[in-house]
């Protein structure tokens, strides 16, 4: 599996727990959606994202690198960089 091919499945996994665990359509759950408006989410939900991505990377995130976030696709890519490393891109 490419490194991109592993980026667009993650991607698609990351929108699905997204989506489950906010209990949002998948189908708004896009790279272009923005969190507070789009979404709803608000400081406390996003709070709770910042929480489930450190969990799922095993260490603590730098929150105000993160501030600047405000797409899923953003929120993804900054979780990506820690995660991306982990792949890889000789596994099948």
Do not use: N
């Not at 997204?18 to 923005?34: C, G, H, M, N, Q």
């Amino acid at each position: 599996m490419s490194i991109e091919s592993a980026k667009d499945a993650g991607f698609d996994s990351f929108c699905l727990v997204i989506s489950d665990y906010f209990e949002l359509p998948r189908s708004i759950v896009t790279s272009s959606a923005r969190l507070d408006d789009d979404l709803g989410l608000d400081s406390l939900a996003f709070l709770e994202c910042i929480v489930m991505l450190e969990e799922a990377a095993g260490h603590e995130l730098e929150v105000d690198a993160i501030a600047t976030v405000r797409t899923v696709g953003e929120l993804f890519d900054f979780y990506w960089q820690f995660v991306g490393s982990t792949i890889d891109p000789g596994t099948p």
